[in-house]
Nanobody, 116 residues
Framework: QVQLVESGGGLVQPGGSLRLSCLASRSSFPFSIYIMGWYRQAPGKQRELVARITGGETTNYADSVKGRFTISRDNAKNTLYLQMNSLKPEDTAVYYC????????WGQGTQVTVSS
């Protein structure tokens, strides 16, 4: 089973930036062939997909983050990234990574809080 370990969250003021990372722990995991995504879940809301990237590095974004977030991947390191700029209070959530559609157990996520 693949373990997904997210990191990089924190408390940031509106307009600030954060970079999230997600490591897929199993070295034999064929990371490069999977469509990977960043998801988030805000309190009282369903988990939603906010960004995805194919093996060929085609990217798609939810309208709510388009132009502010950038998803990328390093296949050699089995690592997925999310650069988040111009953060807004409504971006506050726990952020998770997984394949799209999700195939593996969810990790613990990383908390992002945008507040002044």
């Amino acid at each position: 089973q693949v373990q997904l370990v997210e990191s990089g969250g924190g408390l940031v003021q509106p307009g600030g930036s954060l970079r999230l990372s997600c490591l897929a722990s199993r070295s034999s995991f064929p990371f490069s062939i999977y469509i990977m995504g960043w998801y988030r879940q805000a309190p009282g809301k369903q988990r939603e997909l906010v960004a995805r990237i194919t093996g060929g590095e085609t990217t798609n974004y939810a309208d709510s983050v388009k132009g502010r977030f950038t998803i990328s991947r390093d296949n050699a390191k089995n690592t997925l990234y999310l650069q988040m700029n111009s953060l807004k209070p409504e971006d506050t959530a726990v952020y998770y990574c997984n394949t799209d559609p999700n195939r593996f157990n969810w990790g613990q996520g990383t908390q992002v809080t945008v507040s002044s």
